[in-house]
């Protein structure tokens, strides 16, 4: 006999009585449905509206998600609750780390690194573009690294692979275990995260916390998450991504302000804060009405 039935993934019930808290993450299935399997997104453009119409309340992770839910569910605005995330245990590492790490990994050379699933949501394909236009450009022997598992790798991303003069450059490290990532991340040139879409941008906070700058999308929630703390680009133009790589590379001076920046500004998402957040949710979700 719950008094609450909490989904930090989204997923309800629709037939219990007791009174249901989502958690929404993103509604990147209705943004961009052939990023996903048929029928998985048929799955999600069915269900998740009618969960979001039965919960009590909805929790989710930045302000654009949650105005994405009233726009697109026509939610009303004091029925959602904003819970950012936190990130855990990423911190800076000494130098001989870095050094270790950079040898292990690219041969001892400097690199950019990109984190995620490898997926067309992504924007590995203009990545790769970014990158080669950065290599021809600036007389540099910089790796790009990419972490993530290699689920959907499209023809897209290996024409563009395949045309990248400097490919053999380009390091796919498939998933790897937490504390190697932290090690990999933290030891980086900087972070390049130039996704389509995001409901919050993880690893942009991550990259913050272990001191390593960030390059991501001006679009969606990344802006929100980064702030003043990152540089921005125009996610559809390799150009853009290739002229803040270049920035970054060229100018320490700019890390470090980029640096100093995001140690203010990871303090805003913290677990516990994130904590507190979802218990007040759960609180005020005990005093609403259950949809039917």
Known sequence: ????????????????????LPVIHDLNFFHYPDFIP???RKYYQNFF???????????????YT????????????????????????????????????????TGGH?????????HPRK????????????????QSDVRLVVAGAKKWWTKDMQDAYDQCLYHDDILFTGRIPDDELKNLLASALGLVYVSWFEGFGLPVLEAMQSDVPAICSSVSSLPE???????????????S??????????????????????????????????????WESMEKSLKERQKK
């Open 110 to 118: 400097p690199y950019f690194i990109s984190i995620g699933l490898i």
């Open 241 to 278: 991504i290739s002229s803040a790589m270049v920035q970054l590379y060229k100018d320490p001076k700019l890390r470090e302000q980029l640096i100093s920046k995001s140690r203010i500004r990871r303090e805003m998402f913290t677990w516990e804060k994130t904590a507190g957040l979802l």
């Open 38 to 40: 048929y029928t998985v």
């Open 1 to 20: 006999k719950p008094d609450l039935f909490y989904s930090p993934d989204g997923w309800l019930s629709l037939r219990t009585p007791v009174k249901s």
């Open 123 to 138: 924007n590995l394909t203009n990545l790769f573009k970014a990158y080669d236009i950065f290599r021809r450009n600036v």
């Open 66 to 105: 949650a105005h994405d839910i009233q726009r697109l569910f026509h939610v009303p605005e004091n029925r959602i609750d904003i819970v950012y995330n936190g990130a855990s245990g990423f911190l800076p590492k000494e130098p001989d780390v870095k050094r270790q790490v950079m040898e292990t990994y």
């Open 225 to 239: 998450v980064g702030g003043n703390a990152v540089l921005y680009a125009r996610p559809e133009d390799p150009d």
């Open 49 to 63: 509206p009618r969960f979001i119409k039965r919960a009590c309340r909805i929790a989710t992770v930045s302000e």
